[in-house]
C-alpha cells in the first residue's frame, strides 16, 4: 500500500458516493475521487457546502459531481430508498460506497453525557450507515468488485474515558463493517473495509482538541491515497481489513 500509484482513469465511469463530502475527509476524498474519473455523488447536510465542492471540482476539469443534500440524523428508512432511488435512475451503477460523516459529540465521562447527543451521535456515525447501506446493497452488488469503506478511529478498538457516544459508535462501526464483510463473501464481490485515518488537520480534530497546534497535524490531503487504494478494482482480495492511513 504505501508504493501504491493510481493508474490516472482509476475511476473513470465509476459512480461513488461520499457522506460528509462537504468538509474535512470526506471533501478531499471526493475530489481525488473526481480527479481519477469517477462520477462523485455528494451526500451532507449543508447544501453551500456541497456547492462549493462541486464547483471546485468543475473548475479543475474533473468530471461534474452531483450533490445530495441529506440529514443522517433521520432515521426514516424511506428517506434512504428515495437517495438509492434517485442515484439507480441518474447515474452508472453505483461503484463505491464511503461512509465518512461523523459527528463527535461531547467529550464528557458517561455519568455526565447528555442522551440527546448520544442519540444523535448513534444516529449519524452508526444507524444511518446500516440504513444507507442496506437501500444501496441492490445497487453496489450490480458490479463486479465494487467497494464500500467505513470511518473509524483510534477509540474504535480501545475505549478511552470522556469519548462517549463516539467512541460506542467506532466500536459499532467496526463491527457492522466486519459483519457485513463476512456476509458480502457468500453473496458478491463486494469489497468492504475499514480506515482509521488518524490524526487529521480537520474541524472535528479541532473540536476534540481545542489545544493542539493544528499544523502539527497531517492534511486531509495527505490520507487520500488509501481511500483511493480500497476503491482500486485491482484489490479485488482486499476484504475485512482494517487500515490505517498514516501507516
Ligand atoms: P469534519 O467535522 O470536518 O467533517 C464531518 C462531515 O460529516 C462534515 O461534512 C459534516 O457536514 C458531515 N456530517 C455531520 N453530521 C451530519 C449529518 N447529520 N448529516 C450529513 N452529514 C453530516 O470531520 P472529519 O473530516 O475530521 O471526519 C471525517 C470522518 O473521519 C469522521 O467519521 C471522523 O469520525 C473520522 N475521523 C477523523 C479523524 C481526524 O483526526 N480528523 C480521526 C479519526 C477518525 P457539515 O460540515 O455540513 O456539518
Not at 29 to 54: F, S
Not at 151 to 166: D, M
Request: net charge neutral.
Amino acid at each position: 500500500m504505501k508504493n501504491y500509484i493510481p493508474k490516472n482513469d482509476l475511476l473513470k465511469n465509476r459512480t461513488i458516493l461520499v457522506t460528509g463530502a462537504g468538509a474535512g475527509i470526506g471533501k478531499a476524498v471526493a475530489i481525488a475521487y473526481a480527479k481519477y474519473g469517477a462520477q462523485v455523488i455528494l451526500l451532507g447536510r449543508t447544501a453551500d457546502k456541497l456547492q462549493a465542492v462541486c464547483h471546485q471540482i468543475q473548475a479543475a476539469g474533473y468530471p461534474a459531481a452531483t450533490p445530495v443534500v441529506f440529514d443522517l440524523n433521520s432515521n426514516c428508512y424511506a428517506d434512504y430508498v428515495a437517495v438509492a432511488t434517485q442515484i439507480e435512475n441518474n447515474f452508472y451503477p453505483l461503484y463505491g460506497l464511503v461512509h465518512n460523516a461523523g459527528l463527535l459529540g461531547e467529550r464528557k465521562s458517561v455519568g455526565e453525557y447528555s442522551p440527546e447527543v448520544w442519540a444523535e451521535v448513534m444516529q449519524v456515525n452508526v444507524n444511518a450507515q446500516f440504513l444507507l447501506t442496506r437501500a444501496l446493497l441492490p445497487l453496489l452488488r450490480k458490479n463486479e468488485n465494487g467497494s464500500v469503506i467505513f470511518t473509524s478511529s483510534n477509540v474504535g478498538i480501545q475505549g478511552r474515558a470522556n469519548w462517549g457516544a463516539y467512541c460506542v459508535s467506532k466500536f459499532a462501526t467496526e463491527g457492522l463493517a466486519q459483519l457485513l464483510a463476512d456476509e458480502e463473501k457468500q453473496l458478491s464481490s463486494l469489497r468492504i473495509n475499514t480506515i482509521n485515518p488518524g490524526r487529521v488537520r480537520t474541524a472535528m480534530r479541532a473540536q476534540a482538541y481545542p489545544d493542539e497546534d493544528p499544523m502539527s497535524l497531517v492534511s486531509p490531503q495527505e490520507v487520500v491515497l488509501t481511500y483511493l487504494y480500497l476503491m482500486d478494482g485491482d484489490n479485488s482480495g482486499i476484504t475485512g481489513q482494517r487500515i490505517n492511513a498514516q501507516n
